[in-house]
C-alpha cells in the first residue's frame, strides 16, 4: 500500500520561500502523476501544481511563477517549491498519489505578513 510522508511546511515571512518535499513508498511512484495540493479550514481542497509521469505541469493561476514542482523518481519523492510566498498562499498543503488514488498526512505552511 503506497503511503505519502510529507515535511517542509512551517512559518515564513511575505516574501520567503519554502520547499515541500512528499516522500512515496512503493514501486508504482514513477508511473503515476502527483500533484499539490491545498486547503483552508472550510474551504475544498484545491489543486496547486500537478506533474506527470512524463513531467509535464501545470499549476493553479495564482502560483504561476511563483511555485514550482518536480520529481525525483529515484528518490520517489515530488517537491513544491514555493517563492515569493504571499499570506493568502497560507494553508494546509497535500501531496496526491493520483494512480494509488492516496493522500499524504498534510503540511501546515503559515505565511506571515
Known amino acids: 500500500q503506497v503511503q505519502l510522508v510529507e515535511s517542509g511546511g512551517g512559518l515564513v515571512q511575505a516574501g520567503g520561500s519554502l520547499r515541500l518535499s512528499c516522500a512515496a513508498s512503493?514501486?508504482?511512484?514513477?508511473?503515476?502523476?502527483m500533484g499539490w495540493f491545498r486547503q483552508v479550514t472550510g474551504e475544498q481542497r484545491d489543486l496547486v501544481a500537478y506533474?506527470?509521469?512524463?513531467?509535464?505541469?501545470t499549476y493553479k493561476d495564482s502560483v504561476k511563477g511563483r511555485f514550482t514542482i518536480s520529481r525525483d523518481n529515484a528518490k520517489n519523492t515530488v517537491y513544491l517549491q514555493m517563492n515569493n510566498l504571499k499570506p493568502e498562499d497560507a494553508a494546509v498543503y497535500y501531496c496526491y498519489h493520483y494512480v494509488a488514488g492516496r493522500w499524504g498526512q498534510g503540511t501546515q505552511v503559515t505565511v506571515s505578513s
Open positions: 506533474i506527470s509521469s512524463d513531467e509535464t505541469t
Open positions: 512503493g514501486s508504482i511512484f514513477s508511473i503515476s502523476a
